[in-house]
């Protein structure tokens, strides 16, 4: 099984300041099939990175991702307030096809 | 619009049995594989299972395996989770979510939730 650890547990930051998550998988993830989503309390969560570095469908430019092997990042450029959430990322290159335990991103 | 939606959760005793179901509307699909996400109670999101468009290719998590079985009907556009031998560790919120035409496990369109909750 492909254990990934997300960085950090809780990030605390203001609007319109630049965020980085991290996601370190146990193994290198095959094909570069690692996600990230957002979600929000009593929400659907939402795609918003696949295949590593590509946006889902409708997600702005602000939120970008990159990496390859065993280490990722999720960046988003300058915060929003909608942003405020929580982020997991995944990977489904081989099963089972688990989650990170999430990043907090809350206010300052 | 791409919609998913939940039903089939409540109550349950352990040990007892569960039938979830997932109606989609909006897209084409048998062109798509399908996924089950839960998330229990302060936890985060874990995944349960995965199915092929045509059924060909079905995965579980280690957790219910052997316990859980997923399913599609592609001529009602309907997903299904069949959930036996239930523990209080099954309490969460289950959610149906759309997967990739070309890979399982990836989720881009998910549905509110059902809520199972275990209780004696």
């Known amino acids: 099984e492909t254990v990934l650890t997300q960085s950090p547990g809780t990030l605390s930051l203001s609007p319109g300041e630049r965020a980085t998550l991290s996601c370190r998988a146990s193994?290198?993830?095959?094909?570069?099939?690692l996600a990230w989503y957002q979600h929000k309390p009593g929400q659907a969560p939402r795609l918003l990175i696949y295949?590593?570095?590509s946006r889902a469908t409708g997600i702005p430019d602000r939120f970008s991702g990159s990496g390859s092997g065993t280490d990722f990042t999720l960046t988003i450029s300058r915060l929003e307030p909608e942003d405020f959430a929580v982020y997991y990322c995944?990977?489904?290159?081989?099963?089972?096809?688990?989650f990170g335990q999430g990043t907090k991103l809350e206010i300052q | 619009e791409v919609q998913v939606v939940e039903s089939g959760g409540g109550l349950v005793k352990p040990g007892g049995s569960l039938r979830l179901s997932c109606a989609a509307s909006?897209?084409?699909?048998?062109?798509?594989?399908m996924n089950w996400v839960r998330q229990a109670p302060g936890k985060g999101l874990e995944w349960v299972a995965s199915?092929?468009?045509?059924?060909?290719?079905?995965y579980y998590a280690d957790s219910v395996k052997g316990r859980f079985t997923i399913s599609r009907d592609n001529a009602k556009n309907s997903l299904y989770l069949q959930m036996n031998s239930l523990r209080a560790e099954d309490t969460a919120v289950y959610y149906c979510?759309?997967?990739?035409?070309?890979?399982?496990?990836?989720?881009?369109?998910w549905g509110q939730g059902t809520l199972v909750t275990l209780s004696s």
């Open positions: 995944q990977q489904y290159g081989r099963s089972p096809f688990t």
């Open positions: 193994q290198s993830i095959s094909g570069s099939y």
């Open positions: 295949g590593a570095s």
């Open positions: 199915i092929g468009s045509s059924s060909g290719y079905i």
């Open positions: 909006g897209f084409t699909f048998s062109g798509y594989s």
């Open positions: 979510a759309r997967g990739s035409e070309w890979v399982l496990g990836v989720s881009d369109h």
